[in-house]
């Protein structure tokens, strides 16, 4: 979503560009892509970040029995992320397209050859190797998603078998149709400019048909329609993980820009980063304020969940937006935690950390909006988030019920009541500490 | 501070620019402008992540039963500094003075309106979106300071009341002074490169009337004159957050260089960057050797005291003085906490991470060091400190009391003792760990 | 290891030029000098914050009541590799040798002094400064690995003494061989482009000859050759350390590209993330699945030494391989703490964090692997290793025994068993939480 910029001496004038899409013809020079490459360097490190941001956010709200074992599966998901979206998943993602398709895939194979060393290929503005940087990144936060919601009641295998194919292929394809020039880009005008749907819709149509499939912890769910609280372990780290969550969302957003080369885009990245600020600080005041006004007590957890609702919501489009719309886009966005944990609750769809009202919810809140200040029609938007809808949940659902039939998904209760880092890591998240659960 | 620097090519020489004013001249093409930007961006986040540092830092002080409410508070006022300083902080920060003035405000009423996606005013020499961000992070910082004095004593209502005034109002007030160019800069010729005086003791004038109003945690200080230590939960937290913050300084003080855009700008950035971190090992060291020889042991939250009281008393001046400088005007700042934190509590004044002596005291001694090594009188910077203590004291008083008078600052006695946790926010930092306090 | 690189305009062609030299020849004009200050800049604030990962790492994988103490050393050590780097240590390391020598000094003496205010030796190409910073952070890196592996039966006091031989002299003078131009350089065209000899093999050698010197921990090993293991309190700190390191690396190995003024550098600092991460990603999941095959769990701090084993092996030539490559060398690092540390258990030498096989035994083996992918030979590599061995080994050893033999290096038993933290630093780490140990 940007627009030609006033730009000086022998800069070159930024065509508009879609985001994310992979070349930006904003290059005027080695100087732009020299500060176009920083731009993906600077941004794919501060979302990397952000795994760091999910695995203390899930740590300190699953119980102290089960919080190594959520420290094992993100840094694994992590790192398996990287390893498919090199192997097959980038190529999925941009496969160059000739007009509109639903799944293709790069010339020249699989796996995503990175140039040699000191080679550059100038048209394209940037690095190519930054480039994948950045969006293998995003890729892993997919994974990430599914990782909170199905917390203490999943074995590891197949966990991380279900993050090998969903860093792999599920997400990849979502990609294509969109940030890769596919269908939903060519047909409908689709527009996503960092990942509400593509990224947070996706892991959070993950998360809930494993939910679903996967079913609720033991005793959370009361036959007479209770519902038991688990109260996570440690508030600060669930905190801190809300903070670098945050702070990589200023990368995740802003540079999903793709340039700053010009005057122009460097200063849609400032603005990209007030209005990520601005509707996260949003987030957090309603869901603070609604919560005293409901409960007489200002929740912790739904403020952090405010923030990130509220940050997934202008993830749609944060540019556009005045700091006006951005804290209504946000402020609108926290308050969906508030409403929607207690919903799923009663559908006894059992959420560990509220990655669903956060990620799925908000992320759908938030692409159905950007036609109120961006460049895209509301229809547009609804055929993405349905289409993303059944493919990732019928995708998701087949490898989840295949993984149940053979592997199977869940620890015996013997093992789901010690905890899982025992017999599945062999290491206690807090001896010394710990006196229960 | 700045002086004319060696420039190459295309480049302009830098004019020698106040450091936060509203508009450096140091601009020599499109370059420049991305470059100076990207300062603000890089600055603006790594200031921004301080206010992880300030929870985890507070968190990790505080006693368990007070540890959640102590994470909101900080997530809280971030979020309101943010929209405070959006609705009319920032327009009152930088007013535009014509002449000396002691409160102003920018013509076209309070909001601050940024400008349009694409649009760039070349002139000013940077995306004014970019130091916006900038600015509204040191607005969050000085309301993290009283946050942490005031911890486990004070309910969420009134405290997030004040910081709605102190972000919005009190501490712009004092920006417009120095930074806008208002009567401290204009008249006195105060120096305060990044904010000694404005940003760390503006924090602290503000929690030491509100620790006097407020007074001491219960139990705190016995009938006999004996004080009672209550020990933070989450040493390692605490080292986290100070860590954090260090790491956030180097955007603090660095990035207040205002531009990147010349070979002498960046070269002074370097500077400020070395000693900035030379401050702070000083600062360490000094509180470590001082705490060996006053009892026989090296106290780590001293040492995390020493690391930001000497990163507070270079902040006024981080260029100016040679690393010889920096590590004196650093090690005597790391002396401060280890004089002052006893003495506070022989005067019974209740600070419960250290905050004044960090922030007030080592900030007062960054600002009248200044003239050693940098352009300013100490006349001048006395005047400066005193204007800033008769502001703050007197308008943080005024809303201290009227909160006093009216819904009340401090939680009952039962609540008090049971830990602000259960009854303010419903949800404690540590079930399954915490076994007693 | 860099080639020339295509460059558009008005950039200079990179001249090739060995890592972590002083002056890499890439300007062509001011932008490049800012740009390469940048990356410095950059790359110093993430390595800065690698000693808040080691911080965590260690005090998650420390018992409670050792806690503190390790926080103490942390922010300590990293203070005084700061003032020591400055009083002496760069100018050892950066001596201008005169064909090859073992030992020197720059000019000038001891004390690096940089360049006043708004000075700038444009022909470095970058502001010294900056690269000052940059080396700076990287001698601090050193010391962090010997507090992981001592960590819980060594007083503060000689760790400290030690500290400050280790960054002041030991240190530097093996990076003179090889990044100052000397021995290694010249006779042998070692190759170490980022610091797995230099940095990770040094600390890890003066790590293990001061374990074999201090011995293991009271109850460690059995007489019976039975091994008590001793767990850590807070795992979820050591996945955030952890974390923290794998960012920090980014700038560890990516900004010891030296430059990004050209077209050619800045794509080949993307190719050096790209490895980078995906040694890291390669580490973590060859330990999943070796402690997955081997005993029947994944255990957490074996993924954790997995990915920390991948960014070592990498670090000696990040940039020639290709992904494939970077994939081989970091997954067999990765194996290597699955190998060494029940290794290091047999032969009775305690290393609490698995500091060995992780810094030294990866460091050896990521130098030795240069020649199939870059351009060194194996006897050159073979050469370096074993002359690091020897000077870190003696020189340290000496000041092991120096100190063992004056003030001593061990608490009593008596302070040992009761933990360091009350004794020695007198703040507990987890008071009200900690229910044992």
């Known amino acids: 979503m940007k627009y030609a910029a006033p730009a000086l001496a022998a800069l070159a004038v930024a065509e508009p560009a879609f985001a994310q899409e992979a070349a930006p013809d904003a290059v005027g020079g080695g100087t732009a892509y020299i500060l176009n490459t920083l731009l ?27 919080t190594s074992t959520q420290c094992l599966k993100n840094i694994g998901l992590y790192s398996i992320a990287g390893l498919m979206f090199w192997v097959i998943g980038y190529n999925i993602a941009y496969p160059g397209f000739e007009g509109p398709g639903l799944i293709g895939m790069a010339d020249g194979g699989p796996i995503y050859w990175m140039q040699g060393v000191g080679e550059a290929d100038v048209e ?25 919601t199905l917390a203490e009641r999943i074995k590891i295998v197949p966990f991380f078998i279900f993050v090998t194919v969903l860093t792999g292929i599920i997400y990849p394809v979502v990609v294509s149709w969109e940030w890769g020039g596919g269908y939903l880009d060519a047909a409908w005008g689709f527009s996503d400019f960092a990942g509400s749907t593509l990224v947070h819709s996706t892991g959070g149509w993950a998360a809930l048909i494993g939910a679903l499939i996967l079913g609720p912890r033991l005793g959370r769910y009361g036959a007479d329609g209770s519902v038991n609280v688990f109260p996570g372990t440690n508030i600060p780290l669930a905190t801190l993980g809300t903070f670098i969550l945050w702070l990589g969302w200023f990368g995740f957003n802003g540079a999903s820009q793709l340039a700053m080369g010009t005057v122009g885009d460097v200063s849609d990245v400032s603005k990209i980063f007030v209005n990520t600020n601005m509707a996260a600080c949003a987030g957090v005041v309603v869901a603070i304020i609604a919560t005293q006004l409901r409960y007489g007590k200002a929740d912790v957890t739904m403020a952090l969940n405010g923030a990130l609702a509220g940050l997934v919501a202008i993830t749609a489009e944060p540019l556009a937006p005045t700091v006006g719309h951005a804290i209504i886009i946000g402020g609108i966005g926290g308050i969906l935690p508030v409403i929607f944990v207690p919903l799923l609750d009663k559908l006894k769809i059992d959420d560990v950390v509220g990655a669903i009202p956060v990620h799925l919810v908000a992320g759908i809140w938030g692409t159905l ?65 710990a006196n229960q659960n």
Chains 1, 2, 3 share one sequence.
């Open 369 to 433: 909006i950007v036609p109120w200040t961006g460049d895209a029609t509301f229809m547009g938007q609804l055929v993405g988030v349905l289409l993303t809808m059944v493919w990732v949940s019928v995708a998701s659902g087949i490898v989840w019920f295949i993984l149940k039939a053979t592997i199977g998904l869940r620890p015996s209760a013997e093992v789901e009541t010690a905890g899982l880092d025992i017999h599945e890591i062999g290491v206690e998240a807090y001896p010394g500490l």
């Open 124 to 148: 394209t503005g940037y690095s190519v190797a930054s480039d994948w940087f950045f969006q293998m990144v995003f890729c892993a936060t997919t994974a990430s998603i599914v990782s909170g």
């Open 40 to 66: 993906f360097l600077i941004g794919g490190f501060l979302v990397m970040w952000m795994a760091a941001g999910f695995a203390m956010l899930e740590a300190g709200l699953v119980r102290a029995k089960n």
